[in-house]
Nanobody, 128 residues
Framework: QVQLVESGGGSVQAGGSLRLSCTSD????????LGWFRQAPGKEREGVAA????????YYADSVKGRFTISQDNAKNAVYLQMNSLKVEDTAMYYC?????????????????????WGQGTQVTVSS
């Protein structure tokens, strides 16, 4: 069973930074890409970023490219999302996900059935 636990959300002013963390079980970490999705109220879920933990290949949505960085810690089975230059439109619930096809979902919006599992979500609120 996929186990994903997020942390690190919060409230920040526009232009600020936050770092999200996602820890997983070892089987999930080794077998999948891990990534981040977000969903604002009334909007579709969006694939934000993903990393192939075995190959250290990263993927980013155009909306966050140059501002967000996804990274990993193999010793902790963890991935992180460093979010800089935050904008009001980045406000959303952020979800960690695991799946072998995550790269195809980055930059897309809608309903995603591909991920093997989801975390419980962590709220990010950016104020002007």
């Amino acid at each position: 069973q996929v186990q994903l636990v997020e942390s690190g959300g919060g409230s920040v002013q526009a232009g600020g930074s936050l770092r999200l963390s996602c820890t997983s079980d070892s089987d999930t970490y080794r077998s999948n890409l891990l990534g981040w999705f977000r969903q604002a109220p009334g909007k579709e879920r969006e694939g934000v970023a993903a990393v192939h933990t075995g190959a250290v290949v990263t993927y980013y949505a155009d909306s966050v490219k140059g501002r967000f960085t996804i990274s990993q810690d193999n010793a902790k089975n963890a991935v992180y999302l460093q979010m800089n230059s935050l904008k009001v439109e980045d406000t959303a619930m952020y979800y960690c996900a695991a799946g072998q096809t995550l790269a195809t979902m980055v930059g897309a919006r809608g309903y995603f059935s591909g991920p093997e599992g989801w975390g419980q979500g962590t709220q990010v609120t950016v104020s002007s």
